[in-house]
Structure formats: C-alpha cells, structure tokens
C-alpha cells in the first residue's frame, strides 16, 4: 500500500520561499501509471492543484497560480520536492502531496488523486 | 478556464440518500472525480471515472455523470458520512470542484 508523507518548514517568511518534500514508500515513484501531485487548502477553504510532476520531471502545473512554482524529482530517493518563491500570506495552507493517476496515449490526461499524504500546515508570517 | 459548481452544503437525516451535485459545461464529456474530507484529514477518492468505486469504499457510495451535472449519490447515509466532498475533472489542468458540506440532521 503506498504512503506519503510531506515534510518542510511550518512557518515561512513573506517574500521567502517555501519547500516541502512527499517522500513515497510502497510504490515506486518511476511508476508507469502515475505523476505525483501538490495540492494546497488554506484554512478553512477548498482544495486548489498547485501542479503534477512523472519521474522524468515532466510537469503540469497550475497557470492560475501567481508564485513562482518549481517542482522537482529524485528517484534515488523516492521522493518529489516542491519550492514556491516569494510567497504571501495567501500562500498560507495546509500542503498536500499525492499519487495521480494518468493515462498515456497522443495526449497525456491526469486522472484521479489515489493516495493523499496526510498534509503539512505551512504559515507564511508577514 | 473551466469551473465546477457544487453547493455550499447539502443536509439529509440518517438512513435517507444524499445527491450532492456538481455542475460544468458539457461535464458529461469529461471524466468526473469524488473526494471525501473529514475535518483533519487528507481527502480520500470515493469514486472515480464518473461511477468507479475504489476498494474499500461501501457500495452506498455511487456516481453518474450526463449533461451539464455530476451527482454523487450516497445511499442509506449515517452519521460517519458527515464530511466535505470535492468533485474535479482534468481540463488541461486539475480542476475541483468548491466543495460540499454534507451534514447528518
């Protein structure tokens, strides 16, 4: 069964720049099946995507959103990354990483979040 | 780009079916996602491609996805049901749904 777990900072300062890691256990992350994905909540709100990354660091992301994103892979260590720059109080949430499932064919169609890590509460102080 | 709507909050009494909708344009042509948020938790996928259930999810649990709505249907509801559910499409991009509180009169 696969688990994941992200882990960072939980209080980033305004305009610094916020970096999480989603290790993976019980599944590979060069899955052939799957991207990996970052999704945020802020308190008390709904789920936004932040953006999706395939162990060959293809990525889809989120063109809504305003902050510099970069996501990153490491297959030596299981483990994806996320960094987003000069963040705001509004960057403020609970971030979530997850296995999402994708369909390869002409085109690439990301499907659903299987598996959710339990999430990390991350407070940008102004 | 594409928007889902979902209302704010959905009440039914015990033992009667939830319909919490999710509505989009032309959504019957997309591939329609459900998750269940209990407070704390990570989301949890109920149903996926329009009508799947993954293992471990009760059979009171059921999806459909025609026109311009999205329903998930949660027969014989109980209490332990009482969550946010979040409906999402890919579009090009993840789209979620608002969410909907379902609360258990």
């Known amino acids: 069964q696969v688990q994941l777990r992200e882990s960072g900072p939980g209080l980033v300062k305004s305009s610094e720049t916020l970096s999480l890691t989603c290790s993976v256990s019980g599944d590979s992350i060069t899955s052939s099946s799957h991207y990996w994905g970052w999704i945020r909540q802020p308190p008390g709100k709904g789920l936004e995507w932040i953006g999706s990354i395939d162990y060959t660091g293809k990525t889809y992301d989120n063109p809504s959103l305003t902050s510099g994103v970069t996501l990153s892979v490491d297959t030596s260590k299981n483990e994806i990354s996320l960094k987003m720059s000069s963040v705001t109080a509004a960057d403020t949430a609970v971030y979530f990483c997850?296995?999402?499932?994708?369909?390869?064919?002409?085109?690439?169609?990301?499907?659903?979040?299987?598996?959710w890590g339990q999430g990390s509460l991350v407070t940008v102080s102004t | 780009s594409y928007v889902l709507t979902q209302p704010p909050s959905v009440s039914v009494a015990p033992g009667k079916t939830a319909s919490i909708t999710c509505g989009g344009t032309l959504i019957g042509t997309k591939v329609v996602h459900w998750y269940r948020q209990k407070p704390g938790q990570a989301p949890v996928l109920v149903i996926s491609n329009d009508s799947d259930r993954p293992s471990g999810i009760p059979e009171r649990f059921s999806g459909s996805n025609s026109g311009v709505t999205a329903t998930l249907t949660i027969n014989r509801v109980e209490a332990g049901d009482e969550a946010d559910y979040y409906c999402?499409?890919?579009?090009?991009?993840?789209?979620f749904g608002g969410g909907t509180k379902l609360t258990v009169l």
């Open positions: 999402q499409v890919w579009d090009s991009s993840v789209v």
């Open positions: 997850a296995r999402h499932h994708a369909l390869f064919g002409v085109y690439t169609v990301l499907q659903e979040f299987d598996s």
